[in-house]
């Protein structure tokens, strides 16, 4: 095993080493940089690292003894490494559940609805707070800042996957497959494609080409 499996809560792994996949992986992307600048590698190589404590832990997290591997990999101080460890909110720097879900409350999700969103969130999965884990360890709740999607506000990402124009009980159904161990294709929960005008187009339904004015 290449981490310390099944630690008790709060108690750090002591050993991380990457598996085959990881350095198949760690070799493509240290490709990309000369060797004495393989350091700005940090970022996808912590990506690497979460990845697969998550294959292998079913949390998908960075432990301190893993960011200390990364330094030694890239011939960097270990304190760089926690650096961009614990300042990016993508990166998890404690275990967290088996699906995590990030909700996005900033104003285009707040204007569409991410607090019912969230009250969803917390109904089906039992937590209380943001930044806590379901009592079966399944859901992680998180605020997140904008994610970037605001035409398909509201917006839940799960994982890596977008799940977009959400209310309350489509926001349920989702959590409920994933208990069940189905992943719904993401995107769009309503019948729209991608971010096209929800209900079809209102404006511009005129498909003939106008004349200029003042042209017979």
Same mark, same amino acid.
């Given at each position: *095993?290449?981490?310390?499996?099944?630690? &008790?809560? =709060?108690?750090?792994?002591?050993?991380?080493? #990457?598996?085959?996949?990881?350095?198949?992986?760690?070799? /493509?992307? $240290?490709?990309?940089?000369? &060797?004495?600048?393989?350091?700005? !590698?940090? $970022?996808?190589?912590? %990506? /690497?690292?979460?990845?697969?404590?998550?294959?292998?832990?079913?949390?998908?997290?960075?432990?301190?003894?893993?960011?200390?591997? /990364? +330094?030694?990999?890239?011939?960097?101080?270990?304190?760089?490494? %926690?650096?961009?460890?614990? #300042?990016?909110? *993508? #990166?998890?720097?404690?275990?967290?559940?088996?699906?995590?879900?990030? /909700?996005?409350?900033?104003?285009?999700?707040?204007?569409? !609805?991410?607090?019912?969103?969230?009250?969803?969130?917390?109904?089906?999965? !039992?937590?209380?707070? #943001?930044?806590?884990?379901?009592?079966? !360890?399944?859901?992680?709740?998180?605020?997140?800042?904008? $994610?970037?999607?605001?035409?398909?506000? &509201?917006?839940?990402?799960?994982?890596?996957?977008?799940?977009?124009?959400?209310? =309350?009980?489509?926001?349920?159904?989702?959590?409920?497959?994933?208990?069940? =161990?189905?992943?719904? +294709?993401?995107?769009?929960?309503?019948?729209?494609?991608?971010?096209? &005008?929800?209900?079809?187009?209102?404006?511009?339904?005129?498909?003939? +080409?106008?004349?200029?004015?003042?042209? =017979?």
């Amino acid at each position: *095993m290449s981490v310390q499996p099944n630690a &008790p809560d =709060g108690v750090e792994p002591t050993h991380f080493e #990457f598996d085959h996949d990881s350095e198949q992986q760690i070799a /493509v992307i $240290l490709a990309k940089y000369p &060797p004495e600048r393989k350091a700005s !590698g940090v $970022l996808p190589l912590l %990506y /690497v690292v979460q990845k697969q404590m998550g294959r292998q832990t079913g949390s998908a997290w960075i432990p301190r003894v893993a960011m200390d591997v /990364v +330094a030694e990999r890239l011939e960097m101080a270990p304190i760089r490494v %926690y650096e961009v460890a614990t #300042f990016y909110l *993508m #990166f998890n720097t404690r275990p967290i559940g088996r699906y995590h879900l990030q /909700v996005c409350t900033t104003t285009s999700c707040w204007l569409r !609805g991410s607090d019912d969103v969230t009250a969803a969130c917390k109904a089906a999965t !039992g937590i209380r707070a #943001f930044g806590e884990t379901s009592a079966d !360890g399944l859901f992680t709740l998180t605020e997140v800042e904008c $994610l970037g999607a605001c035409a398909n506000a &509201p917006i839940l990402q799960v994982d890596d996957d977008y799940y977009e124009d959400l209310d =309350g009980p489509r926001t349920e159904e989702l959590i409920a497959a994933l208990r069940r =161990g189905e992943r719904p +294709a993401p995107g769009p929960t309503i019948d729209r494609l991608n971010s096209a &005008p929800a209900g079809g187009r209102k404006v511009l339904v005129d498909d003939v +080409a106008r004349k200029p004015q003042g042209q =017979g």
